[in-house]
């Protein structure tokens, strides 16, 4: 059992920056690849960005890649997720989530066990 918490969401405007956090707790961080997506009203979730166990491999979006950057620090058990030139259309509430069985990860939001609560991020024009 893994349970992740999410922080960093806020309301922005265009261009700004933002870090999205995710602390995990419980079974070992870095049996699991991780996670985010993003859900904006009336869309369905969608996959923002996934890394590996250890960090190894990562992978985007195309509508975030040289934008968005995602990494782990496994001795904190926290997954982050650096938000830079944000848009409008970023706009969003952005979960977390933990796979115990994809490699090196998923885009499928299917594929994974265990998510966060949420955090929103607004970004203004």
């Known amino acids: 059992q893994v349970q992740l918490v999410e922080s960093g969401g806020g309301l922005v405007q265009a261009g700004d920056s933002l870090r999205l956090s995710c602390a995990a707790s419980?079974?070992?961080?870095?049996?699991?690849?991780m996670g985010w997506f993003r859900q904006a009203p009336g869309k369905e979730r969608e996959f923002v960005a996934a890394?590996?166990?250890?960090?190894?491999?990562?992978g985007y979006t195309d509508s975030v890649k040289g934008r968005f950057a995602i990494s782990t620090d496994n001795a904190k058990n926290t997954v982050y997720l650096q938000m830079n030139i944000l848009k409008p259309e970023d706009t969003a509430v952005y979960y977390c989530?933990?796979?115990?069985?994809?490699?090196?990860?998923?885009?499928?939001?299917?594929?994974?066990?265990?998510w966060g609560q949420g955090t929103q991020v607004t970004v203004s024009s």
């Open positions: 419980g079974r070992t961080f870095s049996l699991y690849a």
């Open positions: 989530a933990a796979d115990r069985i994809s490699f090196p990860y998923s885009r499928d939001s299917v594929k994974y066990d265990y």
């Open positions: 890394i590996s166990r250890r960090g190894i491999t990562t």
